[in-house]
């Protein structure tokens, strides 16, 4: 579904990310961990090719196409989605004015926005005055009406409470739960291991990938030791 | 006045009239005033309390109204540039409350015409009213030119909620001059929409609030073209205590030149007044001027204002765009949440019919 190969980013004429190398089969599922201001997120959003996150070597192949060169409209298009982490707040556009562009399908817009408790919000100017958790459940909300084929999730659970967490997870689960979706899931805390099946994680620390392995065995590890030990245990494994 | 002569007009000028807010088939409205070039083609309205007639019936029929012509300019110590016998006069009687607007339509139609209109606005004590003025010009219009005069009379307690649509095209040039009256406790808002090009626009409508608790808004959505001038202002004058204005605008470049101003002078104690400009530039050609003034010799009141312009953000952009929209969709998109319709405290109709209008000419692309 996604190769990374060999993948070096710049940003503002920072390099942010060296070699990554990464790669999601058809149907999994991948956690990225990482501390504050690794580059996960630069990662999402060069594989979205948002401006300003500029690819100085590498390859970014989705759907065995190299896809570098292509705008962030067409690679939505292509199959990729992202939950923003910090959407932005957009005056005098309507929630349902984006669901609506994204899924034809009045009944199911209606009855994903019950289920996330959103029908009220479908009115309101999309992110204006919408608290943390209102905030991620919209951003979920409108990624499963776009309908990716990968799924890039950037810290879902931030901010969110234990309630809201597992009503989300539970869409979110429904949506993997067909066997050709994939996502890669960026968490701080977590909290995400305990609602997702995720056979595959990996950490990143200073713009590199460090490891990659079972998710809840690394996540252990980094609760234990911190991702400073976690880098030096793993090395040997470098992907 | 028959409705034949509406009838006879061609398909393309319909489709101009009707996009300045103007509805044909009058099920919407109460009452209606039509003009061509200086024609009054049509003028009725459907209920007792609204007198609708050209001016130059005025004389004949209410010489006691005619009177008022002047008075609201006399009130700025100027004087009108013209003595004109063409355009409207409305007036709503006491207590009349409209559940639906009124609507006028002023229409270019010959080349090389100069219009002038002097339209008259009374609204009588308790009155409630919508009027919908639409301005407007037919291809074959060239180098047309409009001075639209208007004064408003808003009485004891009485609300006017006048929202007039300009949907000219490049080669004309139109000054309105217009001046409102506000006794004790009255309620004006004054709301102005211009979505089509424009050669050059000079106005800046004003408010006197002369009774204490009057209210008053002014509210604009402007689209500027490539090679149009729009120098376009509100001005409210808060002459009694307690009185109040808010004037808003959201002003958007594709390439013209756009000058907002505001206005607001309290001559009186605890008065309120805010202004807010709010711009986007589209295009690098395009320019936006604001200029926001507040005057008082008083220490009670409470004048502020707020002014920004710039492009419009990358991140909205890039978040539309993740969704899929191309860029030039996201744009207008954000475009045309940026021109809210719902800041001209229209009531749902009246704001859907805008907001269909605003739809029709943004989603052809800017």
Known sequence: ?239 | MVKENLIKIDQEDKESIASSGFEFEESKRMATFFQQDDEPFLFHSLLEGVDILPMGELLNRFPQFYKLKGEAFKMLKKTLPEDINKGYFIRVKKNTVLELPIQACLFLKKANFKQKVHNLVVVEEGAKVYLITGCTASKSANEGFHLGISEFFIERGAYLNFTMIHSWKEDITVRPLSVALLEEGAHFVSNYVCLRPVKDIVMSPVAILKGEDAKASFNSLILGYKFSNQDIGSKAILRANKTQVEIVSRVVSLGGCITSRGYIKAEAKYVKGHLECRGLIINEKGRIYAVPELETEFRDVDLTHEAAIGKISKEEVEYLCARGMSFQEAQSIIVRGFMDVNILGLPSLLQQEIKNLEDKILNKGL
Request: include cysteine.
């Open chain 1, 1 to 239: 579904m996604l190769q990374i190969k060999n993948l070096y980013v710049e940003v503002g004429g920072d390099l942010i990310l060296e070699d990554i190398n990464l790669s999601i089969d058809e149907g999994e599922v991948m956690i990225l961990f990482g501390p504050n201001g690794s580059g996960k997120t630069t990662l999402i959003k060069t594989i979205l090719g948002f401006e300003g996150y500029k690819i100085r070597r590498g390859e970014i192949i989705f759907k065995n196409k190299v896809i570098n060169n292509l705008s962030t409209s067409e690679r939505a298009n292509l199959g990729l989605g992202i939950m923003f982490q910090h959407p932005p707040k957009i005056y005098g556009v309507k929630l349902l004015q984006i669901a609506e562009y994204l899924c034809k399908d009045k009944e199911n817009i209606e009855k994903l926005a019950k289920n996330l408790s959103l029908k009220a919000h479908l009115s309101r100017d999309i992110n204006i005055d919408f608290s943390g958790g209102e905030m991620k459940r919209s951003e979920l909300f409108q990624v499963i009406l776009q309908n990716p084929d990968l799924l890039l999730l950037d810290e879902p659970e931030s901010g969110v409470d234990i309630e809201n967490i597992s009503i989300m997870c539970k869409v979110l689960n429904k949506f993997l739960s067909h066997r050709k979706k994939s996502a890669l899931i960026i968490t701080h805390t977590g909290y995400i291991l305990d609602y997702i099946e995720a056979k595959k994680g990996c950490v990143m620390i200073e713009g590199k990938l460090w490891c990659v392995g079972e998710p809840r065995r690394i996540f252990n590890t980094i609760k234990e030791r911190g991702y400073e030990k976690c880098k030096e245990c793993v090395w040997s494994r470098r992907i």
